[in-house]
């Protein structure tokens, strides 16, 4: 008998006369549900190497990354002794990290414009 959600069944009687039990809910699905453990096993970087790769495009700047962890600039975790990271959020943190710049550009340009008059 599948595995129910409740593991409850519930007797039944059939047009012969013989009772036998039914399940009260449905069934489980036989394959596994998608949903956020899932779609995190995607999303995660391990390693200096890893988060490089995503960052710089290539391996060998995982120094750089070392040394933005170092001095806490990059969202980071760890897992036991490695670095790890999400790639949903080092997105997130270049997207704040633009904006900032380019409101500190624009602060800067209108302060030049006051100054220049």
């Known amino acids: 008998m599948p595995e129910l959600e409740t593991?409850?069944?519930a007797p039944t009687e059939h047009a012969d006369g013989v009772a036998s039990r039914a399940p009260t809910?449905?069934?489980?699905?036989?394959t596994p549900e998608k949903g956020p453990a899932s779609s995190l096993s995607g999303d995660i970087l391990y390693g200096a190497?890893?988060?490089?790769e995503f960052l710089f495009g290539d391996r060998k700047h995982r120094r750089k990354v070392y040394n933005l962890v170092e001095t806490g600039?990059?969202?980071?975790?760890?897992?036991?002794?490695?670095i790890c990271a999400r790639k949903s959020v080092l997105v997130d943190w270049i997207s704040r990290q633009e904006s900032a710049a380019?409101?500190?550009a624009a602060g800067q340009?209108?302060?030049?414009?006051?100054?220049?008059?």
């Open 7 to 9: 593991g409850r069944t």
């Open 25 to 30: 809910q449905t069934a489980l699905a036989a």
């Open 49 to 52: 190497d890893g988060i490089a």
């Open 73 to 82: 600039q990059l969202p980071v975790f760890r897992l036991g002794a490695n």
């Open 102 to 104: 380019t409101l500190a």
């Open 109 to 117: 340009a209108e302060a030049h414009q006051i100054t220049a008059r």
